[in-house]
């Protein structure tokens, strides 16, 4: 049974938390991404909660958790910061961190910080920053994808967004990805709701103004990020990829290169899933994380 908590963090925020699984199993921390809620788990976490404590935040920004209306309230080390402190105030000694799309871009950086509580790492569709960043400025195709985020970024997207409309923009963000009926009537009319709240589609967009990723426009020439140029840090916990290969805004060859990154690699593909898998392909998400969490 799924109990919901306001738990109020160091950060200064006070984040709504679902909480499944018994007290006392291993917890697990999963963090959703754009432009969802602690319910892009609704199929992942039904089949995991008997053997683990499941923590599930919506995070800054989000559905029913503090909406901070400053961009820099979204810095990746505030939001890396989240969780730690997350974890600290619900007395949680160790876990495992799980992250899809924006959640599991902060995942990454999150198990670099080498922290003792973080045990192990699984990232479904959601790339290391360093084979994004180097993408983007080498592969045509990635950054054609990518584009939206520089519209993301625009001033007043958040406006455009809401004079289009909830539901319009509800198609537009997921008709491209997945069949529409996926998702139920009454899971579309939560999004509805979440994005419909006081502040509009601000605070989550800021996720994407506050990153100091490099997208530059189709077919220009832009110099190399200096962090591409010196050694990058390898992940040391042992890390899960799932990736739902049909996925049309992060590409597969996100998955290049993960080796010399990530000392201890396990990648699972999943050849008819989306971007969103963890509630295309729930089944097959749920299996792959149960299988390394145990």
Same mark, same amino acid.
């Given at each position: 049974?799924?109990?919901?908590?306001?738990?109020?963090?160091?950060?200064?925020?006070?984040?709504? !938390?679902?909480?499944?699984?018994?007290?006392?199993?291993?917890?697990?921390?999963?963090?959703?991404?754009?432009?969802?809620?602690?319910?892009?788990?609704?199929?992942?976490?039904?089949?995991?909660?008997?053997?683990?404590?499941?923590?599930?935040?919506?995070?800054?920004?989000?559905?029913?958790?503090?909406?901070?209306?400053?961009?820099?309230?979204?810095?990746?080390?505030?939001?890396?910061?989240?969780?730690?402190?997350?974890?600290?105030?619900?007395?949680?000694?160790?876990?495992?961190?799980?992250?899809?799309?924006?959640?599991?871009?902060?995942?990454?950086?999150?198990?670099?910080?080498?922290?003792?509580?973080?045990?192990?790492?699984?990232?479904?569709?959601?790339?290391?920053?360093?084979?994004?960043?180097?993408?983007?400025?080498?592969? $045509?195709?990635?950054?054609?994808?990518?584009?939206?985020?520089?519209?993301?970024?625009?001033?007043?997207? $958040?406006?455009?967004?809401?004079?289009?409309?909830?539901?319009?923009?509800?198609?537009?963000?997921?008709?491209?990805?997945?069949?529409?009926?996926?998702?139920?009537?009454? $899971?579309?009319?939560?999004?509805?709701?979440?994005?419909?709240?006081?502040?509009?589609?601000?605070?989550?967009?800021?996720?994407?103004?506050?990153?100091?990723?490099? !997208?530059?426009?189709?077919?220009?020439? %832009?110099? %190399?990020?200096?962090?591409?140029?010196?050694?990058?840090?390898?992940?040391?916990?042992?890390?899960?990829?799932?990736?739902?290969?049909?996925?049309?805004?992060?590409?597969?060859?996100?998955?290049?290169?993960?080796?010399?990154?990530?000392?201890?690699?396990?990648?699972?593909?999943?050849?008819? #899933?989306?971007?969103?898998?963890?509630?295309? #392909?729930?089944?097959?998400?749920?299996?792959?994380?149960?299988?390394?969490?145990?």
């Amino acid at each position: 049974m799924t109990e919901f908590r306001r738990v109020g963090l160091s950060t200064g925020v006070t984040l709504n !938390v679902a909480l499944s699984g018994p007290e006392d199993a291993s917890a697990v921390i999963l963090l959703h991404g754009f432009p969802e809620s602690h319910r892009t788990w609704r199929e992942v976490a039904p089949r995991l909660e008997d053997r683990f404590r499941l923590v599930m935040p919506d995070q800054r920004g989000f559905a029913g958790s503090d909406r901070p209306p400053d961009v820099g309230a979204y810095q990746t080390d505030t939001l890396i910061d989240d969780i730690f402190a997350l974890a600290e105030t619900l007395g949680i000694e160790s876990f495992a961190l799980v992250g899809h799309d924006w959640g599991g871009a902060i995942s990454w950086p999150a198990a670099l910080r080498n922290d003792p509580r973080l045990k192990k790492l699984a990232i479904v569709n959601a790339p290391h920053p360093l084979v994004f960043q180097k993408s983007l400025i080498e592969n $045509e195709d990635q950054r054609a994808a990518s584009q939206y985020i520089n519209w993301f970024r625009t001033p007043g997207a $958040e406006k455009a967004i809401e004079a289009m409309g909830f539901d319009a923009f509800f198609q537009r963000t997921f008709a491209g990805h997945t069949d529409l009926t996926k998702i139920p009537e009454s $899971e579309k009319q939560k999004y509805l709701a979440d994005w419909s709240q006081p502040g509009g589609m601000l605070p989550m967009l800021n996720w994407y103004r506050a990153t100091n990723l490099v !997208v530059p426009p189709p077919g220009l020439t %832009v110099p %190399v990020p200096e962090f591409l140029l010196r050694p990058f840090p390898k992940i040391q916990v042992p890390t899960l990829v799932v990736w739902g290969m049909k996925d049309p805004a992060l590409l597969s060859l996100q998955l290049e290169g993960l080796d010399d990154l990530v000392d201890d690699l396990r990648i699972v593909k999943l050849p008819d #899933a989306g971007h969103f898998a963890p509630w295309e #392909a729930g089944e097959q998400v749920a299996d792959a994380l149960r299988d390394f969490l145990a």
